[in-house]
């Protein structure tokens, strides 16, 4: 039996601890926390697992093996049940910089890091879906292990690699997890693009830069002229690449000629062959520089995100599940608020209709869209049948990494949707324990796929920055 497309029991949890899972989610948007350090979040959600089924939930530190690390953790495993299948449901935890912001209908900053890319709510999803499956599952003496990981690291593309070296996906049938947007809330699956992202440092020779500039090699002149190399090379790239920059070191002051000065880069293009192709281009400019200037060039390459392998009878599953589940019912008072955020963000009147305001969740399903962005849950594609379904939890007008989704995803805006979000992986990971020929089919699939092995794509060295 079924209550609002839901087993009666997975439907039973979330009306039980709904309230708890939101202050959750509230207590990781008010500790944002960047990268792999997010220590109050693994925090927080190793007491909501423990309180909510998992007694022996593990907190650990990604890439270190899967020891227990209460010291400076920043991921939490908790498990099931055993045996196959075995379904993965993941959530992240980490925020962007500079994006904090009061959870107000406008721009009204808090100084620091911020939930501009709504983590807090995949952290959330995931962690009510595996408590509420977990209560069915015992209840229902299901079959199966049942996996939640929570990762860090996701903006900085190292979480799911890191956790992947731990071997947390190797045994895994089915990986899947949700990611808030602007967006309707969807089940179609998109790939997206691949990234390698490398730091780049100059070594040169400082001197007066007015007394004895000759003395000097400027290695602020080298990244410029890098920066300057790849700007022309832009023309003579696939229209799949895109290439952004940030200068990390500058130097000190305009009179001293700096010894020292770094860039950052983001390669990004549509599969792993062409980023890579991408990126030694990008080193070559770099290299390029350094014989300009006389000075040395140390590239590093911090972090890959390889093409994610889309997995289609996975994505139709969860798309005849969600199309069971009720849509949001967001309230007045949310509505007033996603009006005057998209008010105060764009400088114009917003639009009267609700649906322009707040998407409601997609009806249809079109197959593959293209997407520029990328994630690392694309990692997870490289062991295991992967669905990263998304969109929804915030105002339809708002930018992706922006203070208008920090805000929402501190509100009921963000925290409805995840609990939607949530149920959906909730029911179809517990349909899927008792559908063996669900699993065959989606295994079937990855194989068709000709997915490379994972240490070929990670075959090339990784430093720590
Ligand atoms: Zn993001
Ligand atoms: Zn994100």
Request: proline share 6%; hydrophobic share 40%; with cysteine.
């Amino acid at each position: 039996m079924k209550v609002n497309g839901l087993d009666t029991l997975i439907n039973e949890w979330y009306e039980k601890h709904e309230a708890e899972l939101d202050a959750y989610m509230k207590d990781i948007w008010a500790h944002p926390e960047l990268g792999l350090n997010t220590k109050h979040a693994a925090e927080a959600s190793l007491a909501f697992a423990k309180t909510h089924g998992f007694p022996d939930a593990l907190i650990c530190r990604a890439g270190e093996g899967l020891e227990e690390n209460t010291e400076n953790p920043n991921a939490v495993i908790a498990e099931f049940g055993s045996g196959k299948p075995v379904i993965g449901i993941v959530g992240e935890l980490d925020a962007l910089p500079g994006l904090g912001n009061k959870d107000v209908p406008g721009k009204d900053p808090i100084e620091g890091p911020g939930h501009g890319c709504g983590h807090n709510l995949i952290a959330g999803a995931a962690m009510g879906a595996a408590c509420a499956l977990k209560y069915a599952m015992e209840k229902e003496g299901i079959k199966g292990t049942l996996r939640l990981v929570e990762t860090p690291g996701e903006e900085v593309g190292r979480g799911k690699a890191l956790l992947a070296k731990d071997g947390v996906f190797s045994d895994m049938d089915m990986a899947i997890m949700w990611h808030p947007g602007s967006a309707p809330f969807s089940t179609e699956p998109q790939p997206g693009l691949c990234i390698i992202a490398g730091s780049f440092a100059f070594h040169g020779k400082t001197a007066h830069a007015a007394g004895a500039p000759w003395e000097g090699r400027s290695s602020l002149d080298a990244v410029q002229l890098m920066n300057m190399g790849v700007e022309f090379m832009r023309e003579h790239i696939t229209k799949d690449c895109i290439v952004h920059y940030q200068i990390t070191n500058g130097g000190a002051a305009p009179n001293i000629v700096p010894d020292y000065a770094s860039v950052k880069y983001f390669c990004r293009a549509a599969n792993n062959e062409h980023v890579k192709d991408l990126y030694d281009r990008v080193v070559r400019c770099g290299e390029g520089a350094a014989h300009m200037t006389d000075t040395v060039f140390e590239p590093k390459l911090i972090f890959i995100i390889p093409y994610f392998y889309q997995n289609m009878p996975l994505h139709e599953y969860l798309n005849g599940i969600a199309q069971q589940i009720p849509d949001i019912e967001y309230t007045d008072e949310e509505y007033e608020f996603a009006k005057k955020l998209t008010e105060n963000y764009t400088g114009k009147e917003a639009p009267a209709e609700k649906d322009k305001l707040i998407a409601p969740a997609k009806k249809d399903f079109c197959g593959m869209q293209e997407k520029s962005t990328c994630t690392d849950a694309a990692d997870m594609s490289y062991f295991c049948p992967t669905a990263h379904i998304h969109g929804g939890g915030t105002a339809l007008a708002s930018p992706g990494h922006h203070w208008t989704i920090t805000a929402c995803s501190g509100t009921s805006i963000g925290f409805k949707a995840a609990v939607r979000a949530g149920k959906v992986l909730a029911e179809g990971a517990l349909e899927a324990f008792g559908d063996q020929e669900l699993i065959d089919k989606c295994w079937a699939y990855h194989k068709t796929l000709n997915i490379p092995s994972y240490d070929e794509v990670y075959n090339i060295p990784i430093e720590e920055e």
